[in-house]
C-alpha cells in the first residue's frame, strides 16, 4: 500500500507517507502557512521513498473538526489529488488522530481542541487490542463547562483545548488523570494509521464524496456577542 496522508486541520501542518511496512512524516507548528507547506511537504516525503505521485493508491485526509480555513485546504487538496491521480480518498476524523497522541495503555483518552469563541471540539476513545480505536462518546462542539463524559477509572487528555480550558475540564473528569497533554495536534502520521486500516476494509471514497466536518457553522463572534457594540 502507498497512502499519503494530509493533516491541515490546526496549527499544525503535515504530511505522511505509507509505502510498504514504513512510515515517513514532516510536520510543523505554523498556522496560516499550511498552505505554502503541505504540497512541498509532501513532494519531499514522495522523494525521499523514491516514488512519482502516480505510485500512490490511495490519499487521506483529516476532514475535522478544526479551524474552518484548514479543515477546507486539506479536503481541497486531498480531492484535487485524488482526482488527478484517479485514486481514492480516505477520510479520518482529525479528534480520532489527536487521540493516538495519548500514551498506548488501558486509559480512555480525551482528544480535545480548542474551537475559539470560548468551545472545544471532543470526544472520547479507548484503544482496542489490535492498536485501533474505539469510539467511546461522539464528537461534538461545547463550551468547556458543558462537557459531559462517561465515567471512567483513568483518563489521558491530549489537545490544546486542555491547554486553554484545564481549570474548567479537570473537575469533569471522573477517575485517575494519568497524563495531560496540551501542545498535541493531529498529526498526518495518526491519519495515515487510522486510513490504512479503512482502505483495507474497502472504506474509500470518491474524491467528491470526501466532505469536511465542521460540527458548527458560524466561525467568529458578532460585535454584540464580543460586546463591543
Known amino acids: 500500500m502507498k497512502l499519503l496522508a494530509i493533516e491541515t486541520s490546526t496549527e499544525a501542518c503535515s504530511v505522511a507517507l505509507i509505502h510498504g511496512d ?40 483529516g476532514r475535522g473538526p478544526g ?4 479543515v477546507r485546504l486539506g479536503i481541497s487538496l486531498a480531492q484535487g489529488m485524488a482526482l488527478a491521480l484517479d485514486v481514492p480518498v480516505v477520510t479520518v476524523s482529525s479528534l480520532a488522530a489527536l487521540a493516538l497522541e495519548a500514551p498506548e495503555d488501558d486509559a480512555d483518552i480525551l482528544a480535545v481542541i480548542d474551537a475559539r469563541m470560548g468551545e472545544i471540539y471532543a470526544a472520547t476513545y479507548r484503544r482496542d487490542d489490535n492498536g485501533g480505536l474505539i469510539v467511546l462518546d461522539e464528537e461534538r462542539v461545547c463550551t468547556p463547562g458543558a462537557l459531559s463524559l462517561s465515567p471512567s477509572t483513568a483518563w489521558h487528555v491530549v489537545g490544546t483545548g486542555w491547554a486553554t480550558y484545564e481549570n474548567v475540564l479537570s473537575p469533569r473528569l471522573t477517575g485517575a488523570l494519568r497524563s495531560a497533554e496540551g501542545a498535541r495536534y493531529p498529526q498526518a502520521r495518526h491519519v495515515a494509521e487510522l486510513a490504512a486500516r479503512e482502505f483495507s476494509a474497502g472504506h474509500a471514497h470518491a474524491p467528491e464524496q470526501a466532505l469536511p466536518v465542521y460540527l458548527r457553522d458560524k466561525v467568529a463572534l458578532t460585535l454584540v456577542e464580543q460586546g463591543k457594540a
Open 22 to 61: 514504513e512510515v515517513i512524516a514532516r510536520s510543523e507548528i505554523a498556522p496560516r502557512r499550511h498552505a505554502e507547506l503541505v504540497l512541498p511537504m509532501a513532494d519531499a516525503l514522495l522523494a525521499e521513498a523514491g516514488l512519482g505521485r502516480h505510485a500512490l493508491d490511495v490519499i487521506a485526509v
Open 67 to 70: 479551524a474552518f480555513t484548514g
